[in-house]
C-alpha cells in the first residue's frame, strides 16, 4: 500500500504546482496576447502556454525511459489530455458561465469548431499513419512541428474580421497580495513581480520562469508514473516499494494528463467566465493540436537526433493505432 501512496502524494504536489503555475500562465498570456482576435489567442497564446506540461512530460519521459517505453509515456500523457480537452474542459467552461449569469445558453462560433476539428483531425490521421509504419525518426517529429507551423500561418491569416479582446487586470488593488502569503499557496506573479500591474516585460518574465517551473515539476511527475507503474521501484533513503505493475502508457494517459491538464482547465473556464467563449473552446482544440504535433514533435525530434529512430513493438502499434482511432471518432463526435 505503502508503494502506491508515495508516488501519488508526488502526483498529487506535482499537479498542484502545475495549477499555480499555470495559473501564473493565464496571467502573462493574456497580457502577451491582448491584441489577437477573439478564437485566435486562445487556439495560440493559450495553447500553447497552458499545454507546456505535456511538452516537459514527453521529453522527460523519452530521456528518462528511453525508446519506445519514453513515446509510450509521452504518447500517453497527450492522449489522455486530448480526452481530457474534449470531455472536460468544454463541460467545466459551460458551467462557469452558466454558474455566474443568468443564461442558460452558450453560443460558440461554429466556425471555430469547423476549422480546429479539421486540423486536429488531419493531426491525428498523419500520426495513425506514423505510428503504423512502426519507426518513429526524426523526419516524422519535424512533419508533426510542420503541421503546427502550417496551422499557425492559417489562424494568423483568417485572423481579420474577428474582434479583438480587451486586456483586465485580474486582480483589483482591494485584493493585494501579501508576499508570504504568495510563498504559502505558489503564487508566482505576486512572488516575481509583488501586486505591481503588469507590462510586456513583467508578463515575458512571468511567463517564462512558470514555464520553468513548471518544468522543473514535470520531471517528478513523470517519476512518480514510473514508479506507479513499475512492479517494483526503489526510492532514495527509503528503500524499495512495489508499484502496480501497469504499463506506462496507462499510467501517463490517467495520471500524468489528469496533472498536466490543470492550465487548460483553468484558462479555458476563466476565459468563458470574462466572455470569451471562442477563446475557451478554441484553447481545447488548439491544445490538444499542441499536444500531439509539438509536444510529441519537439522531444521526438531531439530524441532521435540524439539516439537514432526509435522502433515501435507490434504490441505498442496495435494499442496504440487502436487507441488512435478511437480519439478520431471522439473528435467527430463532439
Known amino acids: 500500500m505503502t508503494g502506491l501512496i508515495i508516488p501519488l502524494i508526488l502526483i498529487f504536489f506535482s499537479g498542484y504546482v502545475i495549477w499555480r503555475a499555470g495559473d501564473t500562465f493565464l496571467e502573462g498570456s493574456n497580457y502577451i496576447g491582448r491584441n489577437l482576435k477573439d478564437g485566435v489567442k486562445g487556439a495560440t497564446i493559450n495553447a500553447v502556454a497552458s499545454s507546456m506540461p505535456e511538452l516537459f512530460i514527453a521529453l522527460f519521459f523519452l530521456f528518462y ?3 519506445a517505453s519514453g513515446f509510450s509515456g509521452g504518447l500517453g500523457t497527450s492522449f489522455g489530455s486530448v480526452l481530457f480537452n474534449s470531455l472536460i474542459i468544454p463541460s467545466v467552461a459551460i458551467i462557469g458561465v452558466l454558474s455566474r449569469s443568468k ?6 462560433s461554429k466556425k471555430i ?6 486540423w486536429l483531425l488531419l493531426v491525428e490521421f498523419v500520426l495513425i499513419y506514423f505510428i503504423q509504419q512502426g519507426t518513429i525518426s526524426w523526419i516524422e517529429s519535424l512533419m508533426l512541428m510542420l503541421i503546427y507551423v502550417l496551422y499557425l500561418i492559417y489562424l494568423f491569416k483568417t485572423m481579420r474580421g474577428g474582434e479583438g479582446i480587451k486586456y483586465e487586470e485580474p486582480f483589483s488593488d482591494k485584493e493585494t497580495v501579501s508576499l ?3 510563498f ?5 506573479k505576486r512572488i516575481l513581480i509583488g501586486n505591481k500591474p503588469l507590462n510586456i516585460r513583467k508578463a515575458w518574465v512571468v511567463f517564462v520562469i512558470s514555464s520553468l517551473v513548471i518544468g522543473f515539476v514535470c520531471y517528478f511527475l513523470v517519476v512518480a508514473c514510473e514508479w506507479l507503474g513499475s512492479e517494483t521501484y526503489y526510492v532514495p533513503f527509503f528503500g524499495e516499494f512495489e508499484g502496480l505493475g501497469v504499463p506506462i502508457l ?4 490517467i495520471f500524468a494528463a489528469i496533472g498536466s491538464s490543470f492550465p487548460d482547465t483553468i484558462i479555458s473556464y476563466k476565459d468563458a467566465q470574462n466572455g470569451n467563449y471562442d477563446d475557451a473552446i478554441s484553447n481545447a482544440y488548439g491544445s490538444n493540436i499542441f499536444n500531439l504535433c509539438v509536444a510529441l514533435g519537439i522531444p521526438l525530434f531531439f530524441f532521435t537526433i540524439s539516439y537514432g529512430p526509435i522502433e515501435l ?3 505498442i502499434i496495435s494499442l496504440v493505432s487502436s487507441l488512435s482511432w478511437w480519439f478520431v471518432g471522439l473528435t467527430v463526435f463532439s
Open 184 to 188: 504559502i499557496i505558489l503564487d508566482l
Open 180 to 182: 508570504m502569503s504568495a
Open 65 to 67: 525511459l528511453k525508446d
Open 103 to 108: 443564461k442558460k445558453t452558450v453560443t460558440v
Open 250 to 253: 496507462f499510467i501517463a494517459m
Open 113 to 118: 469548431i469547423l476549422r480546429d476539428g479539421v
Open 313 to 315: 513493438t507490434p504490441q
